[in-house]
């Protein structure tokens, strides 16, 4: 995976400072409360909501048990209806073969429609230290991209921007991209969406080469589908003569028909639209109609890893609708920057750690990021039991060790011996009673006092229980 991300400090002391920005908070509380509402009334309108989230959850477990099969017969239709397949095992064999196919073209700029594979592997810091330019055409990428940020949001990259944060960006930004903003623009959300339709248009008509992700692939027919609210993605789809599509593996479905139950879940829990304004779907290539020329490359990057995993597989059932990030309150207090990832809250806490490895401080420490609390799992449309790869992760992270991992190991192997051992407990008891006086009120150590802060450590007895039973029952 791409390191873009990496290098931030843990999950805990990232979060730490982003609870004490106010309007981050106010931002994220604002957003999040309005889309899950929002969603919940959508999703009531379905009285076979339930039986559409056991049968997505179905589909998914059953390509996932039979992925190499669904893949190999995706690969053949996208050949039979004039596309090229390229199998990519990491991120820089992805973003070698994207390079490669871009300068074949002899172009230097492409525009690229919302794909988190694509974030996820770096392609676009690839591609402009090789002398190739990468304009994002979603609003909200684009914002993030001229505000040289970071996505936060899943479904909304620029969920912690207000529309006075993003006036100014358009102001300041746009010219030395393209079209620079309009003189006097206002924080009204049609001024600023007009502002970026101009500065996009331009881009639309001269680009040669489009880059975009898929929300599904139908191994069928070798059709892939994006759903998208702007109708910038059809755009891209449409206009460049190349068309190159990175899009993870997982994301296959083995049949037309399957499409039916991920088109009525996906809106509902992501936009909490009925359906998509722009469904965009296409199977390989035509004469006269989109790109003379399609190419699909297939990432892994850490996914067959995941697969091998019986338990935490689960997470490759994620259609990125983002309604886990929406009803999590740890998200909403820290924000998705805290993650140190392009996959942000409670799928991020499980999806990521599995795709990279716990090897990183960060990593690590994102099995932790949430209370299990267990509302992600309640709202999830495949039913992706988070809490519990959350727990069989953080036992993972437990076993390969670290220096707070083998202080508790060190500890609880202590304690195991003490409890074996019944007369150097009564002596532990008699003495820690009798030294009562001396013990401190928190807890030595750093993680061991961001506890102890904000708890109160009970007052221990002036006898041990043993002693006082002795004395009055026997």
Known sequence: MSGT????PAFPKAAHEAVRDERLRANLRHATHTIRDKRARAVAELDDWAALREAGKRIKDQTLRHLDTHLIRLEESVTAAGGTVHWAADAAEANRMVTELVRATGETEVVKVKSMATQEIGLNEHLEAEGIAAYETDLAELIVQLGEDRPSHILVPAIHRNRGEIRDIFREKMGSWGRPAPEGLSDT??????????????????AKVGISGANFMVAETGTLVVVESEGNGRMCLTLPETLISVVGIEKVVPTWRDLEVFLQTLPRSSTAERMNPYTSMWTGTTDGDGPSTFHLVLLDNGRTDALADEVGRQALRCIRCSACLNVCPVYERAGGHAY??????????????QLRGTT???????PYASSLCGACYEVCPVAIDIPEVLVHLRERVAEEGGKGHRLERAAI???TWVLDHPGVLAAGERLASRTRALHPRRLPGPGARQWSDHRDLPELPAEPFRDWWRKNRT
């Not at 959300?189 to 001269?206: Q, S």
């Not at 140190?340 to 750690?353: D, E, K, N």
């Not at 990183?360 to 994102?366: G, K, P, Q, V």
């Open 5 to 8: 991300f990496l290098g931030m």
């Open 189 to 206: 959300p049609a001024e600023l969406a007009e502002a970026a339709r101009l500065h996009l248009r331009e881009k639309f008509l001269r």
């Open 340 to 353: 140190g990832s392009v996959y942000p809250g409670p799928i991020g806490a499980i999806l990521t750690p």
């Open 360 to 366: 990183s401080e960060i990593d690590a420490s994102l």
């Open 413 to 415: 192997k202590a304690s």
